[in-house]
Nanobody, 133 residues
């Protein structure tokens, strides 16, 4: 059974940095499509960044140049380095994995599309990020 566990959330001042981690366990193939989502109170959930096993990445426009997504392929750990934090980054952050079934042959560079199209992702429990001005 695939499980995801986030860590690294917390509080920071505007302009500060935080690093989130997402450990993926029970994943039995080398191809994957992972993502960070976030949801602020009374706002819709949004995709922050995606990454596949070829290290192809995509970013939400508002975090480009400030956030960096990466992954450790050997142990499948995903990271989100968040620099230049802003109060509007305050949200619950979730990591998600596209079901292994859909990416058995890789993503062909379509990880972002898979994240947005499929509804049966595997989710972590979330970690809170709070940025004060």
């Amino acid at each position: 059974q695939v499980q995801l566990a986030e860590s690294g959330g917390g509080s920071a001042q505007a302009g500060g940095s935080l690093r989130l981690s997402c450990a993926v366990s029970g994943y039995e193939q080398s191809t994957y499509c992972l993502a960070w989502f976030r949801q602020a109170p009374e706002k819709e959930r949004e995709v922050v960044a995606t990454i596949d096993d070829r290290s192809r990445t995509t970013y939400l426009e508002s975090v480009k140049g400030r956030f960096t997504i990466s992954s450790d392929k050997d142990e499948i750990i995903m990271y989100l380095q968040m620099n230049g934090l802003k109060p509007e980054d305050t949200a619950m952050y979730y990591c998600a994995a596209v079901s292994p079934f859909y990416v058995q042959s890789g993503t062909s560079g379509h990880c972002d599309l898979y994240i947005r199209s499929f509804g049966d992702h595997i989710w972590g429990h979330g970690t809170q990020v709070t940025v004060s001005s």
